[in-house]
T-cell receptor, first 116, second 112 residues
Framework: DTAVSQTPKYLVTQMGNDKSIKCEQNLGHDTMYWYKQDSKKFLKIMFSYNNKELIINETVPNRFSPKSPDKAHLNLHINSLELGDSAVYFC???????????????FGPGTRLTVT | KNQVEQSPQSLIILEGKNCTLQ??????????LRWYKQDTGRGPVSLTI?????NTKSNGRYTATLDADTKQSSLHITASQLSDSASYIC???????????FGKGTTLSVSS
């Protein structure tokens, strides 16, 4: 069984479109995250949810909106896509609450978003 | 400013050889430091997590060391294998905060 899964794995779209990336974890974790990895492989946290509540919201354009229907799912919706949004987006989950960084994080396989 | 610096940026070694990757950080106050391995096209996978009171932690052929006084960590890989080819990322968390600071990683290539 896949612990943290993301769909789609690849996403190619044009500027100005709206798209969503879905994430699901079957580990029973309370906290989920979205990360962005740019072309230089640099990972940066975007959001974190704990039991469907937003805990961490780094400096991210408000075109990005996370949605957590339940604690096993954290989806990322992006409006008005721009060229600079091209990156790999990783979902992750962990026990405990965001900010309690002693817990292990489990990452999904990533979604490669290409905006043309 | 909280930063995590890794060196070298990239490294090529022969299969069976040992290597050491470095991580220096300025994060304060410090909570814990972790090393991740990221294979191409995959998500990061945790190798070790160390708190400030731990000096060394091993995970198979991977051994991480931490010197909280000098704010330095290293990841030593013993008897490298082709499957060790990956990016290795050092991540430091700020104590009691929401900050999780990632290094830019070291890309390791193991050749036969």
């Amino acid at each position: 069984d896949t612990a943290v899964s993301q769909t789609p794995k690849y996403l190619v779209t044009q500027m100005g479109n709206d798209k969503s990336i879905k994430c699901e974890q079957n580990l029973g974790h309370d906290t989920m995250y979205w990360y962005k990895q740019d072309s230089k492989k640099f990972l940066k946290i975007m959001f974190s949810y704990n039991n469907k509540e937003l805990i961490i919201n780094e400096t991210v354009p408000n075109r990005f909106s996370p949605k957590s229907p339940d604690k096993a799912h954290l989806n990322l919706h992006i409006n008005s896509l721009e060229l600079g949004d091209s990156a790999v987006y990783f979902c992750a989950s962990s026990q405990g609450v965001a900010g309690a960084w002693s817990y292990e994080q489990y990452f999904g396989p990533g979604t490669r978003l290409t905006v043309t | 400013k909280n930063q995590v610096e890794q060196s070298p940026q990239s490294l090529i070694i022969l299969e069976g050889k040992n290597c050491t990757l470095q991580c220096n950080y300025t994060v304060s106050p410090f909570s814990n430091l972790r090393w991740y391995k990221q294979d191409t096209g995959r998500g990061p996978v945790s190798l070790t997590i160390m708190t400030f009171s731990e000096n060394t932690k091993s995970n198979g052929r991977y051994t991480a060391t931490l010197d909280a006084d000098t704010k330095q960590s290293s990841l030593h890989i013993t008897a490298s294998q082709l499957s060790d080819s990956a990016s290795y990322i050092c991540v430091v968390s700020e104590k009691a905060g929401t900050a999780l600071i990632f290094g830019k990683g070291t890309t390791l290539s193991v050749s036969s």
